[in-house]
């Protein structure tokens, strides 16, 4: 633990927070006793710190470029990225070890490491985590990438696919902590199915996925 909490750069005052946000289901499904609630917690954090970060970064741009820069910081795939960094996954608390390169919980555990330090440490601890962790992926695109959507849109009109057509096909979880299914359909292309935690982000999981296919 000593050697994670080096890697995090916070020294926890209450080192339970921690162990918690370490620790799957799978090992304690007391609804206290594994990083569920943190999580919960740390994916409001995280998404308040990044705005404030590119609202400050980026005084020049519209709410639109803000908007596709902010996705693709907070999406599954980044947090999951950065966890890895951080070796999360070396100290999860877990029942299969197979859990461990599971992108879904990596993402999980990240942002629940995130809930843990702003319970320690506040709100500028947890900024601070954020800003050390993130500002890099920040300063490589000077200028706002392309969501999925948008760049699915102009492929599928240059190859004559005509426009995507996205449609909820289904949904998990509790009201708190939701998973949506989207599914995206082309004409003569077999339908993508993407999740998310808000339709927004499942539809850009869709479009990511069927663009893999037509590209």
Request: hydrophobic fraction near 40%; include cysteine.
């Amino acid at each position: 633990m000593e050697e994670l909490k080096k890697i995090l750069k916070h020294e926890f005052k209450d080192e339970s927070l921690l162990k918690k946000a370490l620790t799957h289901s799978s090992v304690n499904s007391h609804v206290d006793g594994n990083y569920e609630r943190l999580e919960f917690l740390g994916d409001r954090v995280l998404g308040v710190s990044i705005a404030s970060l590119l609202y400050r970064l980026f005084p020049g741009e519209p709410e639109g470029s803000l908007s596709q820069r902010f996705t693709g910081l907070v999406c599954k795939e980044t947090v999951a990225m950065v966890g890895r960094t951080l070796r999360l996954n070396e100290f999860m608390d877990v029942a299969n070890r197979e859990i461990r390169d599971n992108e879904n919980v990596l993402c999980d555990v990240c942002e629940a490491v995130i809930g843990a330090i702003y319970i320690d440490g506040g709100v500028e601890d947890a900024i601070k985590f954020v800003n050390n962790h993130w500002r890099e992926l920040i300063d490589k695109n000077v200028a706002p990438p392309k969501d999925a959507k948008t760049q699915l849109q102009e492929v599928a009109h240059v190859k004559g696919y005509g426009a995507p057509v996205y449609k909820m096909v289904g949904r998990t979880g509790s009201e708190h902590e939701p998973t949506f299914f989207i599914s995206v359909s082309l004409k003569g292309v077999e339908d993508a199915v993407g999740e998310g935690r808000n339709k927004k982000l499942a539809e850009f999981d869709a479009a990511a996925k069927m663009l893999q296919r037509i590209e």
